[in-house]
């Protein structure tokens, strides 16, 4: 090969290679817990340890263990780097040459250890614990040898972060710390204060004394830096502390972006602002951008098949039983109760599904979804299963639970901002119903209605100004809701019965007290009953006074059962609003802790809870049968059910197993639904944006101010 044509496979290589090195570098903007040597940068991306020459460039990974790790710090001398590592299970300080090679442990302790910093003679290491705080809501500070061995606890009652100065004698540090916290322009008594602590005479001094936040102190020299939101913008920045004039100044003004976890080095303070890196020269006080270059193959991206199965969040059974909608990692699954293929019915890892809910034609299903950029009801096609139409245009909203009308053309829900909804599929139109005044996220997840049996009434229970629930009912035909309890006793749970005589309900109205031996005062537990209201003055109430009669069987002409039959089923449900509660009949259920009302004809299904201060543990899941007046035990251990539509089976919820039994007495768990084989194939990167544009929306459903602060959500999102 000639000289010229040396020359040119030379240049054909270097472009090859530069071309392979760009390709496969990453733009990387999460780059956090940086430090700063003589010659080098470290910091943790993707939850392993990374070095960069400090002027920036190619990064070389130093560690990629299964947990992470965090607040890499490099020795006096540069030469090694001690952090938090999870290698096995636990959060303990570790040390590796800052050039790579084996991690040896230094700490052993149960409880996790942060790493802070090194001593300036390089020999020991100052991290933070709870390990003898007695609850694992603070910190102490420790040292220990950077070789391993005892640990010694500092005279300091409470720590979190913290450096010595180069004589080990003066501590700055932080008692309490809202870093990890998300929180901004917070001005509270949780707002950390730095203070000066001398190890010999056990001196303190806060030396900032102000509302604002103050954080991370780092010496150098007899000048201390810090983190501080005091100035006009509210921003972290890096202020300076200088202990001959007890004066603070600000050195750096970022307006838009905090800077986090700075660190301290021979001439600079590494830290990051919007997930870049910066350097501060200590000398003129002046930063720049460090331009990091993060060389991987990006297999954390790869698509991949990963199970759901620990990932389940709502679960429906199908109206005969025979399957179940299971809703895990935003998919829905199509489950059998036994045997059979398990579908993914939505595919999609770039938007999530929520609230699956089987008509009860067996149809259509209906959930919510972020596919369109805002959460929107679809109906899917059963039949087809790819056929699937967006219902609404909302703009913006978080909504839960959704429950079908008996006829298949009507879903009822409640929304985050406490709003009780309607939507007429046919009409394709939203019908407000109500509004709550006191449900919180725990309360809406929770928020059950009931339709009666013509679809012409629904029913729910909601709080009133004094906090007791009352209970609703709203008309299809005139849009009117009616009150149907005052706000005397707590009444909620309201369910209809399928033969249309009936209003089922809990009601707090058994009064047996007990008295305090600690606080001279009563308590009242075990206060709810188990009651029916008969719909209309003419209907006699559920259990009629007791005559045994002889039956005198009269003869019916033939088709007379189906006339019958024709008659019952498009029976029309009538309500007596006027003195609804005169009409009630406390059932004889001992009162107690019950949840989740349900009913079939002739039966009233429940789920009891250990009365309190009974010693009992264990749910037991009920019915009240009116023909023999009495209770019946379904099943027990259970913690949830879910009775289908046509009133036959239970879909029954313990110890994260499902199963579906029917509506008898004496049922066991010994069939599950085969949810521990849900497979989905997880797209990473689009997951990762659906999450995130989803936790951006959430925060603007649920913030308490619609104006947001003045702060331009839209633009937070951008950034």
Known sequence: MNKKNMILFGL??????????????????????????????????????????KQGGLTHRLS??????????????????????????????????????????????????????????????????????????????????????????LPVPYGEFGMLAEDNKTLAYTPITRDFRTWKRYRGGMAPDIWLFDLETLESKNITQSNANETQPMWHGNKLYFLSDRGDNKRYNIWVYDRVSEESKQITHFKEYDIHFPAIGPQDIVFEAGGTLYLLDLNTEQHKEINVEIVTDNSTKKARIENASSRISNAFISPDGQRVLIEARGEIFSVPKENGVIKNLTQSSGSAQRYPAWSPDGKKIAFWSDHTGEYQLIIKDIATENKEEVMTSYDKGFYYHLFWSPDSKKLAFVTCHQEIKIFDLEQKKTLDVDKGLWMTHGVLENFKVDWSSDSQWMTYSRGLENRHDAVFVY??????????????????????????????????????PVYSDLDNSFVYPNTTNVVAVALTEDIETPLPPQNDEVEIKE??????????????????????????????TQLPIQAGNY?????????????????????????????FDFKDREEKTITQGVSGYMLSSDGKNLLVYAKGKFSVIPVSPNQKMEKFVPTETLEMTVDPPKEWTQIFTDAWRIVRDYFYDPNMHGVDWAQVKEQ
């Open 475 to 512: 008309n299809i035909e005139t849009n009117q809701k009616y009150q149907l309890t005052t706000d005397y006793y707590n009444n909620s749970t309201p369910v209809f019965d399928p033969e249309g005589k009936y209003l089922y309900m809990f009601s707090n109205r058994t009064f047996s």
């Open 12 to 53: 054909v290589l270097i472009l090859f290679i530069s071309y392979t090195t760009l390709y496969s570098q990453v733009n990387a903007r999460m780059l956090r817990y940086p430090d700063v040597s003589e010659t080098h940068i470290c910091f943790v991306y993707a939850g392993d340890i990374w070095v960069v020459a």
């Open 555 to 584: 003869e019916k002409e033939e088709g007379e059962d189906k006339k019958e039959e024709e008659n019952k089923e498009e029976k029309k449900v009538e309500i007596t609003i006027e003195n609804f509660e005169y009409r009630m």
């Open 595 to 623: 949840s989740n009302l349900s009913a079939v004809p002739g039966k009233i299904i429940y789920l009891q809870h250990p009365r309190s201060g009974s010693g009992e543990r264990t749910n037991e899941l009920k019915y």
């Open 64 to 153: 990629s263990p299964k947990g992470e790790e965090s607040f890499p710090r490099f020795s006096p001398d540069g030469q090694y780097i001690a952090f938090t590592g999870n290698y096995d299970g636990n959060e303990d300080i570790y040390v590796l040459p800052f050039m790579g090679g084996e991690p040896q442990r230094v700490t052993y302790h149960g409880l996790s250890d942060r790493m802070l910093d090194w001593f300036s003679d390089g020999q020991k290491i100052l991290y933070a614990s709870s390990r003898e705080s007695g609850r694992m809501r603070y910190n102490q500070f420790y040292s220990i040898s950077s070789k391993g061995g005892f640990s010694e606890k």
